[in-house]
């Protein structure tokens, strides 16, 4: 059983920065992926960035030379730098955990955070 907890949203002016932490918890667990999406108000959820935990980091093609994802496996967190926001970047973006692994083997259902709105002004 994992638990992700988000922080770090809030409001921005366009061209602004922030960043997104993820907190992963529980007990004797490992994930093979863990990511971030996104949600906007009518709109499907996409992709931002996933980041196995050996490997390169995949983004989705809005984000791109703008957010970088990073993890820290030993602290079970992973961060998004979200650089040069636009009003289009406005959301609620949501932790995401794939291929958790416990005591139980692996997991086949995803663990998602709550969400954390964020939000860009122009």
């Known amino acids: 059983q994992v638990q992700l907890v988000e922080s770090g949203g809030g409001l921005v002016q366009a061209g602004g920065s922030l960043r997104l932490s993820c907190a992963a918890s529980g007990s004797d667990f490992s994930i093979n992926i863990m990511g971030w999406y996104r949600q906007a108000p009518g709109k499907q959820r996409e992709l931002v960035a996933t980041?196995?935990?050996?490997?390169?980091?995949s983004y989705g093609d809005s984000v791109k030379g703008r957010f970088i994802i990073s993890r820290d496996n030993a602290k079970n967190t992973v961060h998004l730098q979200m650089e040069n926001l636009e009003p289009e970047d406005t959301a609620v973006y949501y932790c995401?955990?794939?291929?958790?692994?416990?005591?139980?083997?692996?997991?086949?259902?995803?663990?998602w955070g709550q969400g954390t709105q964020v939000t860009v002004s122009s």
């Open positions: 995401n955990a794939q291929g958790v692994v416990t005591p139980r083997g692996l997991h086949r259902s995803d663990y």
């Open positions: 980041m196995p935990n050996r490997g390169a980091a």
